[in-house]
Nanobody, 122 residues
Framework: QVQLVESGGGLVQAGGSLRLSCATS????????VGWFRQVPGKERTFVAA????????VYADSEKGRFTISRDNAKNTVYLQMNALKPEDTAVYYC???????????????WGQGTQVTVSS
């Protein structure tokens, strides 16, 4: 069982930045591809970004390209999501997810975190 814990969410003004972290313990995180997703109440969870288990491949949703950066530090068992130039429409609960594979771009991850709230004020 892999437990994922997100942190770093909060309240920020439009144009500001936040860095989310997704950490796990007790497992070799380097075996897992990781994705970030977000969800607004009443709407479906949507893809934000994904990173391969080695960290050498990343993919972003079109709306996040150029503003968000996903990265990982396997020595610290942590994946990050740096979010810059935040907009009110980025307000959501952000989730990380992991799947034991090289790279994964679907929605059927094996493990999910509990989410962290990001609120961007205008």
């Amino acid at each position: 069982q892999v437990q994922l814990v997100e942190s770093g969410g909060g309240l920020v003004q439009a144009g500001g930045s936040l860095r989310l972290s997704c950490a796990t313990s007790g497992r070799t995180f380097s075996s897992y591809a990781v994705g970030w997703f977000r969800q607004v109440p009443g709407k479906e969870r949507t893809f934000v970004a994904a990173i391969s288990r080695s960290g050498d491949s990343t993919v972003y949703a079109d709306s996040e390209k150029g503003r968000f950066t996903i990265s990982r530090d396997n020595a610290k068992n942590t994946v990050y999501l740096q979010m810059n130039a935040l907009k009110p429409e980025d307000t959501a609960v952000y989730y990380c997810a992991a799947k034991q594979t090289a790279m994964y771009l679907g929605m059927h991850y094996d493990y999910w975190g509990q989410g962290t709230q990001v609120t961007v004020s205008s």
